[in-house]
């Protein structure tokens, strides 16, 4: 049976001459991985093959037996973000976001509002050049699946302030606390209060400092609740 969904393409990989495996992430199904058969050849159902961070209109065929790799059968793309592609620092940031998503989803698991998420990402780094939209992205993310940091309060003791943050108990932990946690990262409080704000929605645009203080925190905690880094990671400025 053909399916259709919306989807946005989180990864792509040649796998023969002619034919692609694509990992997209639908917006009624969650993540669909497939073969694409003959999308590299220059006349195919998928146009000029499915371009990564592209949304599109996608018909898929799950396997009978229910295992086994889903067939695309068509790709029609609707939006490609040309804006993103035009700077290497905002394509860098999409593959992030992108990757993100992939790490965070579980295959036909449906997420209709981190697809939503994904796509408003995606546009405002079309639109502007701006740091707020990606750190806010991780933001909601993490608080789509159920995995945000507690920002107030110890783990531990519910005292603040708080000066270290620790996946494991949850969030932040108090100094004397600390002590006791093997897996936790030392916090600058000017960023711990920055990414406060973002999480409260009012986050204006932070300084260059400030980004990276609020970046640090989100990456440690992104690294310890996947138990890896993201390979994109590394590109982000
Ligand atoms: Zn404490």
Redesign the pocket.
């Known amino acids: 049976m053909l399916v259709k969904d919306i989807g946005i393409c989180l990864a792509r990989s040649e796998y023969s001459e002619t034919s692609q495996i694509a990992t997209i992430f639908g917006r009624e199904h969650g993540k669909i991985r497939g073969i694409a058969k003959g999308a590299r050849r220059t006349k195919s159902k998928f146009g000029q093959g499915i371009e990564l961070l592209s949304r599109g209109q996608v018909v898929f065929s799950q396997p009978r037996s229910g295992s086994g790799l889903i067939t695309l059968t068509e790709w029609t793309v609707q939006e490609s973000y040309q804006q993103i592609r035009r700077s290497l620092g905002q394509l860098y940031r999409g593959y992030y976001l992108g990757e993100l998503v992939d790490l965070f989803t579980e295959e036909l698991d449906p997420h209709p509002q981190l697809f939503d998420l994904l796509e408003k990402g995606l546009a405002d780094l079309a639109a502007n050049e701006n740091r707020v939209g990606v750190l806010a992205f991780q933001v909601e993310l993490l608080r789509e699946v159920g995995l945000s940091p507690e920002l107030h309060r110890?783990g531990?003791?519910e005292?603040e302030p708080s000066n270290y943050v620790s996946f494991t108990e949850g969030g932040v932990?108090?100094r004397?606390?600390a002590g006791a946690v093997n897996e936790k990262s030392r916090v600058k409080p000017a960023g711990l209060q920055a990414l406060r704000r973002i999480t409260s929605s009012q986050a204006a645009e932070p300084g260059e400092q400030t980004a990276e203080q609020i970046q640090q925190i989100l990456s440690y905690w992104i690294r310890a609740a996947l138990n890896r880094e993201p390979k994109t990671s590394g590109f982000l400025t």
């Open positions: 110890c531990r003791c005292k932990l108090c004397a606390c």
